[in-house]
C-alpha cells in the first residue's frame, strides 16, 4: 500500500479501483498504433490528512509531454473564465511597479493574453512543448519545465520573485506536491499570492463525477486538505471561493504565515466540511458503491438504445471519457464516434476503448440518434452549439449526477 503523498505519515486506503486503465490523453494514432501503457487506476483516502489521492500514478514524463492532447483554448466559456481569474490577479497587482506572474502549467495561454494585453510582467511554465508553442505564437512570455523547487530558483534568478503564482487545473497533477510547494516557497516576495483551482472533491463526490478521477490527476483536493499541505510549507490559507467551471472548483488564496488575514470564507468551508463528513471514510465507500450503479444505468441505456435501433455516438473525447468508457467496457460498437473539436484529437482512436475521434463537422454531417456528452462540464455551450441536434429529435446522454437523458432546453452543468 502507498504512502500520502501530501503528509508521508500515513498508508493510503483504497476505496474505488477501476481496474488496468489506460493514459486519460493517450490518444491512439492507427497509422502507428504503437503499444498502449496500462496501469492500475484506484483511488484512496489518507486516514490523517484526509487527502484523496491516486494509488498508483503514471510517471509525469509519460503524460507530460510535447504532444499533449488538451488544449485550453477550446472552450469559448474557458477562455472568459481565464480572463475573469486573471483581471482579477492584474486588480491585486495593480499597485505595484513592475509587479511579477508566473503562471503554472500556463498550456497554450488562455490566461497569459490577459497579462501580455494589460502589460503585466508574466512567466508561463508547462512542460509540454506543443501547448506552449501555441502560447509563444501568442506573443506570451514561457519556459518549457515541470514547476519545482530547482526550475522555480532558476525563475527567481533569473527574473526576480513573483508577486503572485497562479495554476488553473495543475497542482492537483502534481504528484511530487512538495517540489511545487518549496519552488512556490522560494519564488514568492514576502507578501505574494499563490492561487490556484481545481476540481473540488466536494463536488466531485456530490455529482457522482467518478469520471474525473484518471491518472493526471493524482490528487483531488478539499479546503481542509489544501489548509493542511499550505501548514506543512509555511503558507497560509487565506481565501477560498467555488468555481463553476468544470463541475466544480475550488480557488485557494494561499500566503505566507501571518502576512494577510483569512477571509471569514476559510473557516466557512472548513466547518462546513467537517460537518458534511467530506473527510470521512464512509463517505467514499458510498461514493464508491454509486459509481458502480452509474456504470451498470450508463451501459444499460447505451444497449437499450442500440436494441431500439438507435445509432450512439459521443461528444468531447474529453480526458475524462477515457475513465468511464473503459470502466463500462464500451467500444465502437457501442458508441460508434466522439466528436471533438480539438484537431490534434481527430483521426485519431480512445485511450484503450479505440473509439474514432471526428471533427464536430462529421457529427453534423452524419448524425447519430443518441449522443452520450462525455463533455458534461460543458454542457451549456455544446448543447448551445449543437442545439439543432436536439431540434431534429436527437438525444443527449448524461451520467453526471446520474444516467439519463437531457431534456430539450435544459442544461445542468454550466
Ligand atoms: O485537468 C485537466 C482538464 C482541465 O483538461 C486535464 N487533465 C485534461 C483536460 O481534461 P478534459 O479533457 O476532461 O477537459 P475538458 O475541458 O472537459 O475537455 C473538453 C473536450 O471537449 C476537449 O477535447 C475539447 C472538446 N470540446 C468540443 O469538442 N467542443 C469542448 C467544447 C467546449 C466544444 O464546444
Redesign the pocket.
Known sequence: MAVCLACGRHQIEPFLSFGRMPM??AFVDPASPGEEFFFNLAVGRCPGCTMVQLCERVPDARMFHDAY????S?????RDHFARFAGEIIGRVADRAGAFVVEIGCNDGIMLDAFRDAGVRHLGVDPAGNVLAAARDRGLTVRQSFFTRDSAADIAAAHGPADVIAA??VV??VADIHSLFDGVVRLLTADGLFIFED?YVGAIVAQNAIDQI?D??VFYFSAASVHGLAAAHGLELVDVTAQPV?GGELRYVLARGGRHAPSPRVEEWLSREAESGLGAAGTYAAFARRAAGIRDRLIAAIDGAAARGRRVAG???????STIINYCGLGPAQVAFI????PG?QGKLTPGAHIPVRP?EYFRASPPDEAVL??W??ER??LA?ESWFAARGGRWLTYVPDVRYIPPDSASHA
Open positions: 486519460a490523453d492532447a488538451y488544449f485550453s477550446t472552450s469559448a466559456r474557458m488553473a487545473n492537483c497533477h476540481p484518471y493526471e490527476h468544470h461528444y468531447g473525447a474529453t480526458a475524462k471519457s466528436a471533438d473539436v480539438t484529437k464536430p462525455f463533455a462540464n460543458h455551450e455544446i452549439k
